[in-house]
């Protein structure tokens, strides 16, 4: 008969091993953990600061003249009763205008590239756009922070 020894870990070191190896998982939880909730953390706050600004962006359409100052132009005037500025610029705060409830045209023309309004006060925007007599047009205002004003008017 073949005499076969066998020696199996005393139970100090499985106990050792057993906790290096809870540790060691626990530690890499606790890790994941924390990188997670520091990238959800960021996000909320982003988020929460595009809202605290969009709440602050308020202005309004007061006038549109069209033909003014030269015929094929319409001039609209906005006042800003928020508590930063708006601004309008390509891409990022749009004006739009047509004669449908829903205008989608972009202006051409505009003078500026961006215009700010700043809190409290008034500013106009003029810009080339062909209207008709007795035709009632549809000014669409999207703020930088995503507010919209809808204005219409009878040329």
């Known amino acids: 008969m073949i005499k076969r020894s066998r020696r199996g870990v005393s139970p100090v070191v499985a106990s ?3 906790i290096a190896v809870t540790l060691s998982v626990g530690l890499a939880l606790w890790g994941f953990v ?6 959800s953390a960021g996000a909320m706050g ?3 600061a595009s809202n605290v600004n969009n709440l602050r962006e308020r202005f309004v359409i007061t006038n549109v003249a069209f033909d003014y100052p030269n015929s094929g132009n319409v001039t609209v005037w906005f006042y800003n009763n928020g ?12 004006i739009f205008i047509g004669d449908t409830s ?3 045209d972009e202006p051409t023309g505009w003078t500026l590239t961006s215009v700010t309004v700043e809190v409290k006060k008034s500013k106009s925007i003029t810009f080339d756009y062909t ?14 922070f995503g507010n919209v004003v809808l204005y219409y008017q009878e040329a």
Not at 34 to 39: C, H, L
Not at 83 to 94: D, L, R, V, W
């Open 46 to 48: 982003e988020s929460t």
């Open 16 to 18: 050792i091993i057993l």
């Open 102 to 104: 829903n205008p989608t």
């Open 131 to 144: 209207t008709n007599s007795g035709y009632t047009y549809y000014i669409k205002a999207v703020g930088e």
């Open 83 to 94: 508590a930063i500025n708006t601004q309008f610029k390509e891409n990022n705060g749009q």
């Open 34 to 39: 924390i990188g997670e909730a520091a990238m």
